[in-house]
């Protein structure tokens, strides 16, 4: 954790409201840190519907594997996240260290392992000592309570420097639900995904297999659309639980990807989820600027995202965002290496509403002066528009600071 | 121009002997500068083959879109590299610019338009006034001499800290030939290619087609093999003159690229461009080291490659190295977001002589001390083998560090 908050930290935290079917615990278990709470335990009183995207990385941690492959079971009793380390290359000590976790847990919470998922997050390479977590998995099953989000998402925080919190409520056929989720990343984001963790929750009745399709589809245009370092973790994990309690107040099991009646809820969850993506890259690390690079008039959607990304993983636009240099001619280089269709002939550039580029070149009513004054806020929308086709994507970045490079010049130390 | 130079540049400079049948001069035109040279005129005498490679940039600036124009030409009378002025992105301004250059240049040496090749580093987005050369080019030709290689090499600079020569001899069917290179790059310095300008010129008779073919084939393991910062330039050019002057002393001209006489002659190119590559990288913006990647066991050299990149491009291996931070965990990171085949178990790293990961997972022999010696040098050698198959790769990079984000966060002003 870092000294101070970033300057891009929400003003206020969403006040989450007890959700039914599910309650949380946390601990310090002294995994890494001193003085501070380094594990989670989230418990299903009942079984809940289970649904999850994890990293591409070949190189994947030993939690995302064992996540991986109880999931296709489709049912969840309990999650359990530790701070500090990530159980990632740790060969077959890591494959121990889940095993051991999962049947402290199951025996904690009177479950079976496959009903466990697991997320861990901190440094790679270090063997993680799962008998620390046996020792306290059973009072944190006694202990925990449904009104604990926030105390949840603190102790899953790494480098980050504020917790990640948000709530919606919606209705699935008339039936008040509510969706909360808790996050932590703040260095490592990178889309597909990141060192990012996040847990969701509803109490929405929702099938496994529906959950899954909500989820895959909702990631798309929230998670995996943001990126601090291009840097993607081993350990990325995004899951989402239906507790299934709504059916108590009449909402009527969703069994189908479908379902009319899922209109607001599948809007409700990608607010969840873009809000959630948001607080992780305002909290990037050393970042002072949040970017948000929208791309329209691109040959397709696919390709308006890879240049937006292309935008936004240069450290040349990073940095000039540092700046507060309004470098339009670093945006044509970034749009150049994305290697997808550009006519260089045919772009405009936009910081804020100030159009610095048109039809390839300077815009002849350029203001620096007007440029430069949307750098010096702390949002800064940048568009590009590439005359081709109707293709948009919208992604968020933040600025590559001095204080990046201290943050992880001795991260380890 | 920083104001130090990079702790990474040579000790010593090569001695450029002079080459015949290219004379060259520098001038201040006062593109952007002020008392330093900012133009070079390379003159051949009498037509010189030509071969060229150009950024894959999708958006390249208006002199690369002029030599592309001419290189099927073949043949060479005059180069004109300016500083301080990309002339990129600067729509019908560009080309008017890059026409004007022609035209003075033609005039002021004496040849055609179609024999002239232009080059143009610096800023991207402003216009480039090109009437500044029409004034200095005559003379300039008047005054070029062939002992002037030092010079070139300072003309060409822009957050260059040192100026980047090499040469080496050899000989083509018991003719000693020479080859000499200047290189101009430090930031927005990735493969295919970079804001990387480079010149080199033999004395060798060699036709436009196999002068090509040896260019193409020798990038790939040179310039194509390292990065500063994973941004690739409007404007990058690599081009390559054999004047024939060789030819005096009886070389019978290479008309075919698998004519034996080549073996030498190929050798020392390949040593020219791998030797200016690295100086560009050691003068990487704010560097304080040098990485050396190397990849083997991967499926294909091209997978290797790809991971090597991967691994060197990382920002968050790259902050390690500045903080002298042997994270081998960022290694695997690195390896496993590349998206080639690799199998986190069978994966092992070196540092230098230390090998850190074996079967994946920490060495059980492994020392933080002696791994940190290593990351203590200037040049950190990183070795990955992934235990897969045959394929190699090596490329270079350097440390990502405040300097680098203190020079490019104000770059422009």
Redesign the interface.
């Known amino acids: 954790m870092s000294g101070s908050v970033s300057p891009l930290a929400p003003k206020t935290f969403a006040t989450m409201p007890a959700l039914r079917g599910v309650r949380m615990a946390t601990a310090s278990a002294g995994i890494k840190y001193k003085n501070r709470t380094d594990v989670l335990l989230m418990v299903f009183d009942k079984p809940a519907s289970v649904a999850g995207v994890f990293?591409?990385?070949?190189?994947?941690s030993a939690p995302v594997d064992f996540c991986r492959a109880n999931l296709p079971h489709g049912s969840a009793r309990a999650v359990v996240v530790n701070s500090g380390n990530?159980n990632?290359?740790?060969?077959?000590?890591?494959r121990q260290a889940t095993e051991l976790t999962a049947k402290s847990t199951a025996v904690a919470v009177g479950c079976s392992e496959n009903e466990v998922y697991l997320a861990s997050t901190g440094?790679?390479?270090?063997?993680l000592d799962a008998t620390k977590f046996s020792g306290v998995l059973g009072s944190m099953h006694t202990e925990a309570t449904g009104d604990f989000w926030f105390e949840a998402a603190k102790a899953i925080m790494t480098t980050d420097t504020y917790p990640k919190v948000a709530t919606r409520s919606t209705d699935i056929g008339g039936v008040t639900v509510t969706i909360n989720g808790i996050a932590k990343g703040a260095?490592?984001i990178?889309p597909d995904m990141a060192t990012m963790l996040s847990f969701v929750v509803t109490d929405a009745d929702i099938a496994p297999a529906v959950l899954q399709s909500l989820l895959s589809e909702g990631v798309g245009p929230t998670f995996n659309s943001m990126t601090v370092?291009?840097?993607?973790?081993?350990s990325d994990t995004l899951m989402l639980f239906a507790t299934g309690a709504a059916a108590a107040d009449g909402q009527v099991r969703v069994e189908h990807a479908g379902d009319a009646r899922l209109s607001g809820f599948r809007a409700a969850l990608n607010d969840v989820l873009k809000d959630l993506a948001i607080q992780v890259v305002r909290d990037g690390e050393g970042a002072t600027k949040m970017l948000e690079i929208t791309v329209t008039g691109a040959e397709s959607d696919a390709a308006a995202k890879t240049i937006a990304l292309s935008i936004a993983?240069?450290?040349?636009v990073k940095?000039?965002a540092?700046?507060e240099?309004a470098?339009?001619?670093?945006i044509?280089?970034?749009?150049?290496?994305?290697?997808?269709?550009?006519d260089?002939?045919r772009?405009a550039i936009w910081f804020g509403d100030v159009r610095v580029?048109v039809?390839?070149?300077?815009d002849a009513s350029y203001s620096e002066e007007a440029a430069s004054n949307v750098m010096k806020r702390q949002d800064i929308p940048v568009k590009v528009d590439l005359g081709l086709g109707n293709g948009r994507a919208t992604v968020w970045t933040c600025d590559?600071?001095?204080e990046?490079?201290?943050i992880?010049?001795?991260?380890?130390?």
Chains 1, 2 share one sequence.
């Open positions: 990293t591409r990385s070949k190189c994947p990530a990632a290359f740790t060969g077959l000590k890591g440094v790679i390479g270090e063997p260095g490592m990178a370092d291009s840097d993607t973790s081993t993983n240069s450290p040349l940095t000039a540092a700046g240099d470098n339009w001619g670093r044509v280089m970034a749009v150049g290496k994305a290697g997808e269709m550009a260089r002939d772009l580029a039809n390839g070149e300077r590559l600071t001095k990046y490079v201290a992880n010049g001795d991260y380890r130390s």
